[in-house]
């Protein structure tokens, strides 16, 4: 059971590059999250996926596109990387009810030079 | 709306006590608590629900006052293994998006 797995760790893009990550998770969860990190801001929702089938615009959505593939997968891609989408990038699922805890990825360090 | 952390970082030694504050400007249906060490995930520590009793484990607990819209996380005896940075995710109605505060880095001194 690995819970939510991420790739890559690390990637080095130049400005205008596109990348996609990739997230999947081995806990059956219907929700699905993409979320990035920035010193001092938290964590902040760029998509997210309720279920198989479905996506919607988080809080900082502009510069990516996601695809939920399957109930296990959702990725992120950057289709022209600038700058600005420096950041960690975390995915995290969970299981909607009361509790709704989210669990998350290991994370994918960016740089885009 | 992001909810409001205070402080913004904190220093102790083992064995002190510490208090997270976590504040929103609306109303909220739950506040949910997660630590991240460095270069980690951030992980899972509570939920308070509105409505909800005080919930607690070991030596971290939290409260939810909902007139205040405000929750707090009570670290008791603190532990070199409680540093980190503590994040207050907020939802304010069921089924709404977890919006996480900038988070209180927490160092614990021997």
């Known amino acids: 059971n690995a819970g939510v797995t991420q790739t890559p760790k690390f990637q080095v893009l130049k400005t205008g590059q596109s990348m996609t990550l990739q997230c999947a998770q081995d806990m059956n969860h219907n929700s699905m999250y993409w979320y990035r990190q920035d010193p001092g801001m938290g964590l902040r929702l760029i998509y997210y996926?309720?279920?198989?089938?479905?996506?919607d615009k988080g809080e900082v959505p502009n510069g990516y596109n996601v695809s939920r593939l399957n109930k296990r997968e959702f990725s992120l891609r950057l289709e022209s990387a600038a700058p600005s989408q420096t950041s960690v990038y975390f995915c995290a699922s969970s299981e909607p009810g009361s509790t709704d805890t989210q669990y998350f990825g290991p994370g994918t360090r960016l740089t885009v030079l | 709306q992001q909810p409001v952390q205070s402080p913004q970082a904190v220093i102790l030694r083992e064995g002190e006590d510490a208090v997270i504050n976590c504040s929103s400007s609306?109303?909220?249906?739950?506040v949910h608590w997660y630590r991240q060490k460095h270069g980690e995930a951030p992980v899972f520590l509570m939920i308070?629900?509105?409505?909800?009793e005080q919930k607690g484990h070991d030596k971290i607990s939290a409260s939810f006052n909902e007139k205040k819209q405000q929750s707090s996380l009570y670290l008791t005896a603190s532990q070199l293994s409680y540093s980190g940075t503590y994040f207050c995710?907020?939802?304010?109605?069921?089924?709404?998006?977890?919006?996480f505060g900038a988070g209180t880095i927490l160092r614990v001194k021997s």
């Open positions: 308070l629900l509105k409505g909800g």
């Open positions: 995710g907020t939802e304010m109605e069921y089924g709404n998006k977890l919006v």
């Open positions: 996926s309720a279920s198989e089938g479905t996506t």
């Open positions: 609306k109303a909220l249906y739950s």
